[in-house]
């Protein structure tokens, strides 16, 4: 089996591998179009959703990619592997899964981990109405985290605030400052919008679709970036101790759920995420689930992370440059190293496949 059956080089040829991953298995689908978004070549972006095995069913898991654009085309691959080498031509009687492939679109076509508006959709899951979560260490550190021209001065003169920062705060304070969110900064990292996104809105109608009838609910939400090179890492968010926590922990492993320290540091509070959101949208009904990160460069992705924003907003573009420094940043994300992309395919089928014996064997009653 050669992985190129599965990764794809660009939004348009994912979505096509997942459609035809979808046909082969009979699933059923449905297309969310982006309403005035379109691909660096004018190609349409949509939110593709494929439903499989019992559709009915009180029992369902969710599959989501590509939440941060780029990331995507790992979360994709694993989508599409789970449809061709798992068991979705197979189901058990009494589950379904709903698979969203690229909930973000227009990053995922346009190599950006933010939305169309440079939004984090993995922080934009608040409640717009109230006064948004403060970050004022974020607001410190901005101006070294935003390039005005990208180079190794730049990257020094960002490790030097964040050495200075750091000797004050720690690595913990510093590690969380930067990652958990920020709401004042329409131009920097992890901004989580002004009101909801697009993709946010969408999700909630493809959830109130789709998912009327289940009672049980799982969700696995495919990532990149967090762990060690190559391998899962996982974010549980149900309350320490709760049920759904225990559910996650007898399907995925104690030494995977249980005290998860992202590069070795605490795990940030983070704002907004889709798991946040997807809690709200079903309401009193249990999620059992995970945010599933492949891991990268590990606690080096610091230091590309600007690299997005930089090319969003300031590089040249049509240079050499330009093209060098996107393929950077896709590495970064989703390594072009193919033993990378085997064994993230290799366990995200079996992870998969967990959640999904998992979900069918389980006969507590919400
Ligand atoms: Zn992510």
């Known amino acids: ?149 990208w180079g190794w001065e730049f990257l020094d003169a960002m490790a030097a605030a964040e050495t200075h920062y750091r000797s004050e705060h720690g690595a913990d304070a510093l590690f969380n400052a930067r990652v958990k969110g920020q709401y004042n900064h329409p131009d920097g990292l992890f901004y989580g919008g002004q009101a909801r996104e697009w993709s946010n809105l969408t999700l909630q109608r493809i959830i109130e679709e789709h998912l009327a009838p289940a009672r049980q609910i799982a969700l696995i939400d495919w990532h990149t970036g967090l762990g060690q090179y190559g391998e899962p890492f996982f974010l549980c968010f149900s309350p320490d101790h709760s049920a759904e926590y225990q559910q996650a922990v007898a399907w995925w492993g104690e030494h995977r759920i249980s005290n998860a320290r992202p590069h070795g540091l605490s795990r940030p509070n983070y704002s907004g995420l889709v798991f946040h959101g997807v809690s709200r949208f079903i309401g009193d009904r ?39 420094l996107q393929l950077d940043l896709r590495d970064a994300y989703v390594p072009f190293s193919q033993e990378w992309r ?18 069918a064997t389980r006969n507590d009653r919400p």
Request: glycine content about 8%; aromatic content about 8%; cysteine-free.
């Open 286 to 324: 249990p999620l059992v689930g995970a945010v599933i990160e492949f891991g990268t460069r590990e606690i080096a992705m610091n230091k590309v992370q600007p690299l997005d924003q930089w090319l969003r907003f300031r590089a040249p573009r049509n240079t050499e440059g330009f093209d060098l």
């Open 1 to 149: 089996m050669d992985h190129t059956h599965f990764f794809a080089a660009s939004y348009t040829q994912a979505r096509a591998k997942f459609i035809h991953a979808v046909q082969s298995v009979n699933g059923a689908l449905t297309s969310y179009p982006h309403p005035d978004q379109k691909g660096p070549n004018g190609e349409l972006l949509s939110i593709d959703v494929a439903h499989v095995g019992d559709v009915a069913a009180e029992k369902q898991l969710i599959l989501i990619s590509g939440t941060h654009g780029l990331e995507g085309y790992a979360g994709s691959a694993a989508q599409i592997a789970w449809l061709t080498l798992g068991s979705a031509a197979k189901l058990p009687a009494g589950v379904g899964v709903l698979l969203i492939h690229g909930l973000n679109p227009y990053g995922f076509a346009h190599f950006s981990r933010t939305t169309e508006n440079n939004v984090d959709l993995n922080r934009n899951f608040v409640d717009h109405d109230q006064a948004h979560p403060a970050n004022p260490d974020y607001d410190q550190l901005h101006p070294h985290l935003k390039a005005e021209d």
């Open 342 to 359: 085997i064994g993230a395919l290799r366990q995200s089928v079996e992870i998969t496949e967990q959640a999904v014996v998992g979900l």
